[in-house]
């Protein structure tokens, strides 16, 4: 009988001609993953650029410029591959080493997967002065998760070249942010949402060596009208809080699929410890861990543990009664944080050893949190962020000119209303505005206003006055020196500003405090010194 023999021949050239292969020639290699979508990837020997970005028999890739780190490696950029000793992963390696880059960037394929997996491992910060990998896709015009918001073909430019109006709705880049902690896939989308091109990030080691921390949030997605172009920042000038880290940025994946949205926790990155690339640090043997109980600030809130020094970064959601383990970190000192959602509820540090689990238990130490005292009223809480306020629920993702947005300007607002309270305030927009407020009886003691903020912009800071008391001009806070609340960014060094209020100076029936953002530098409308609120209290 010949069928046995001849099945056999058929299953064994199937599996052949199924295998991962690598196409070379003068000019590219050409990577054919056997995916049953028929993902086809183009390389260019002599810059890494990605020119071809075939799916399912359509390509992708935008024809006139390639993907790429930055805006490109360049020429002579050495570009090479490696086979796993299975065959069934192969690396390509990219090296550059000029005034612009000093880095080895990392592209991983392995057998029957749609993906690239990649790494990025950096000597020093790229001259541009940010660290990014871009795919220009061509035929997916729609964004998940957040829509149109970064839909700006055919817009007009308001503000600088990246804030438009589209439809009469503005639009931004900046709008598909999200927190790096909640971040785990986005992708540019068809209009069927049939098919879906995702950056997403597996787990603790896509972020570890990113900069700004748990809350940290940078451009994803914006089509522009050529292309759709699908970023990963892995940092940048976007409102930093802190240094750019050195060394192995990922591994983070690009994913392409016809299934719907893929899902990063289901991505397997284990295997790049095994593949000795430079400077990455595997789990085994390298790492440990923290554990311990965040107390002292509320359930109602997400409870944040956030952990970092000059070379990595790491967080990790709490449980609601606090108990926390993090991620595996390299051995070393840590800075150790604990927020209430995104407000800084304590510091300490804490030493990790390879191999094993520390145990590093966390307490609230903000007065705002642990203070005994007697509020007179209180608008927002305590949470680093604007969420509440008037004006909040939009302003990640949309210009505060536009039309959607309520009046910046309400005027005098009761101390009961804080969703009437303007999120922002700007100096050439909307400053003066008032809180009023009634006592049954005069208060004899001092008293205390607190305004706790999250980010200022041109040296902005808020000065009050609480009827005919006016509180000393506070000293100007940290620069960050890029804009914010117009592109919808919200967090910074979340400063906070106390005045005591002199005795029988509030008094029995209305009370009026009014707040003027304060600066030595000017600017016009929404671009004028500015503050982005989290709560203001009066308390004795």
Known sequence: MLWPTLFSFLFAWAGVVRAITVTTSSASYVIDTASSYNFIVTISRSTCDITSLK?????????????????????????????????????????????????????????????????????????????????????????YPFGDVSYTAGGTAIEGSDVYTVSGQTRSKFYSSDRFIDQSVYCATDSGATVHACFLRPNHQATE????????????????????????????????????????????????????????????????????????????????????????VSSSFPIVVHWYNSNYQFWVYASSSGAFTSPPMPAGSYTMKLYQDEFLAATQTVSVSAGSTATSNIAATAAALTQSRTTIFKLGDYDGQPTGFLNAANQLRMH??????????????????????????????????????????????????????TLSFAGGRPQATVNSYTCSAPAAPTKIDSRGVTRGAYRGYGEIYECTIPANTLVSGTNTVTINVISGSSGDQYLSPNVIFDAIELFR
């Open 400 to 453: 505060p000119s536009d039309s959607r947005m309520s009046s910046w300007a309400p005027g005098t607002v009761s101390s009961t209303a804080a969703s009437s309270w303007p999120m922002a305030m700007f100096v050439a927009v909307n400053n003066g505005q008032k809180i009023s407020f009634s006592l049954s009886s005069a208060v004899t003691t001092t008293a205390t206003l607190r305004i706790a903020t």
């Open 55 to 143: 799916f399912y028999g359509t390509e992708y890739q935008y024809q006139s410029t390639g993907s790429h780190i930055a805006s490109g490696l360049g020429s002579g950029t050495s570009v090479s591959y490696t086979t796993s000793p299975s065959g069934d992963t192969v690396i390509f390696a990219c090296t550059q080493s000029s005034s612009s880059f000093d880095l080895t960037h990392y592209m991983v394929f392995r057998n029957g997967a749609a993906n690239i997996w990649m790494g990025t491992s950096i000597n020093s910060e790229p001259s541009i002065g940010e660290l990014r990998y871009i795919f220009r896709l061509t035929g997916l015009t729609s964004a």
């Open 209 to 296: 060596k990113s900069s700004g921390g748990p809350f940290f949030r940078d451009i994803s997605l914006n089509y522009g009208g050529d292309y759709h172009s699908v970023t990963y920042y892995m940092n940048s000038g976007h409102v930093p809080t802190e240094s750019f880290r050195t060394g192995f940025h990922g591994p983070y994946v690009f994913a392409m699929t016809r299934s719907g949205i893929p899902s990063a926790s289901s991505i397997d990155v284990s295997f790049f410890d095994t593949l000795g690339l430079k400077n990455y640090v595997p789990t085994s043997g390298n790492r440990g861990y923290v554990k311990g109980t965040a107390t002292g």
